[in-house]
């Protein structure tokens, strides 16, 4: 085979080939596209089920904040000196944590 026959074989060869590979390429995207799709639905099925388990949270959260907040406004009406004493100790409490972590960090320098 001459160099002249084998350049022309290829030639005719070559159209045959990019039609073959623009088949394959096509029936590869029609088989993908399918999956493409499913994983596209179920990704935003997901999402949606996600909002609806955060706002479900958000609104157990909200109804529990009210709950406790109705009742400690009842317990400060129905014990008030009780309440200042309770308020009392909890802010020492808190005024001695910060205070001995300050403690800590400026021996630690």
């Given at each position: 085979?001459?160099?002249?026959?084998?350049?022309?074989?290829?030639?005719d060869?070559?159209?045959?080939?990019?039609?073959?590979?623009?088949?394959?390429?096509?029936?590869?995207?029609?088989?993908i596209?399918?999956?493409?799709?499913?994983?596209?639905?179920?990704?935003?099925?997901?999402?949606?089920h996600?909002?609806?388990?955060?706002?479900?949270?958000?609104?157990?959260?909200?109804?529990?904040?009210?709950?406790?907040?109705?009742?400690?406004?009842?317990?400060?009406?129905?014990?008030?000196?009780?309440?200042?004493?309770?308020?009392?100790?909890?802010?020492?409490?808190?005024?001695?944590?910060?205070?001995?972590?300050?403690q800590?960090?400026?021996?630690?320098?």
């Open positions: 085979m001459n160099t002249h026959s084998a350049t022309q074989t290829a030639r060869i070559l159209p045959a080939m990019r039609h073959a590979s623009d088949d394959l390429l096509q029936s590869a995207g029609k088989a596209d399918p999956v493409v799709d499913k994983l596209a639905s179920t990704a935003q099925s997901l999402a949606r996600s909002l609806d388990m955060a706002s479900d949270a958000k609104d157990h959260a909200e109804r529990s904040l009210k709950h406790a907040s109705r009742a400690t406004t009842r317990y400060v009406a129905d014990q008030p000196l009780r309440s200042v004493l309770i308020a009392a100790a909890v802010g020492a409490g808190l005024a001695w944590l910060i205070a001995s972590s300050r800590r960090r400026q021996n630690r320098y």
